[in-house]
């Protein structure tokens, strides 16, 4: 297997097969540790069950213990964005919308960061493979012109799989930042959307239980003064 490697290392050029494989191995970093993030890090995958529990609480007035559920859940980002909602629980609703679009702007680029360089390196990649095929074509083309024979006839084949290896390895490259972030961009979104969804979910829970408790305390109220 090595041997294959280091033989089209050097069918493709050196120069042009290290730079792609530098490329190569920056992509993959990049894909591995956002697929941590948002995999493993950042995304709740119970989030309906979570919400569930935190309607309960604040439904039954336990918005300490709500909050103390989102910081269990931390790092996620949902339980933080929600935190910081639970957190103006008493204030108007203006204000928790307010709480939960700045927690929101915190949490997104936290998604958004480092993902949109897959797309530089896959553009990056495809470039270098065309690179190495000119420079193949150039070995090629100098080749015809000053040798003759069985000669020309074997630097113009080694010329043309410099040309043929290098642009396989920089399309395989790109193909795979490019499936990387779609894939990645497909889970970031869902995140996202998630959070979008809960934020409004939220607002509605404490706006029902503001009504809930004004209307018990009107109800106390009319019961004193009959």
């Known amino acids: 297997m090595l041997d294959f490697i280091a033989r089209k290392f050097e069918e493709g050029g050196q120069e042009i097969m290290s730079a792609i494989t530098f490329v190569a191995f920056l992509s993959l970093v990049i894909i591995i540790e956002r697929a941590y993030r948002y995999w493993l890090q950042y995304d709740l995958a119970n989030s309906s069950g979570f919400m569930a529990a935190v309607q309960k609480m604040v439904m039954n007035n336990s918005i300490e213990n709500a909050i103390r559920l989102c910081k269990k859940a931390r790092p996620k980002l949902l339980p933080y964005v929600m935190s910081e909602g639970l957190k103006r629980a ?3 609703t203006e204000e928790i919308e ?3 679009e700045t927690a929101t702007l915190t ?10 360089f897959l797309g530089t390196t896959a553009n990056v ?5 065309l690179l190495g095929t000119l420079f193949g074509l150039m070995r090629s ?3 015809a012109a000053r040798l003759t024979g069985s000669a020309k006839q074997t630097a113009l084949a080694a010329g043309i799989s410099e040309a043929l290896t290098a642009t396989s390895f920089g399309l395989g490259t790109a ?5 990387a972030y779609g894939i990645l961009v497909m889970k970031q979104t869902s995140i996202m959307d998630d959070i979008s969804r809960n934020n409004a979910r939220l607002i509605d829970l404490l706006y029902t239980r503001k009504m809930k408790i004004k209307g018990g305390s009107s109800g106390s109220s009319s019961s004193s003064s009959d």
Do not use: E, Q
């Not at 990649?125 to 493979?129: D, K, N, R, Y």
């Not at 193909?175 to 499936?179: A, F, K, R, S, V």
């Open 141 to 143: 083309f100098a080749a």
């Open 90 to 92: 008493n204030d108007s």
């Open 175 to 179: 193909l795979m930042c490019l499936l």
């Open 98 to 100: 307010h709480a939960l």
């Open 125 to 129: 990649a495809t470039l270098l493979g």
């Open 107 to 116: 949490a997104v680029p936290k998604l958004t960061k480092i993902l949109p």
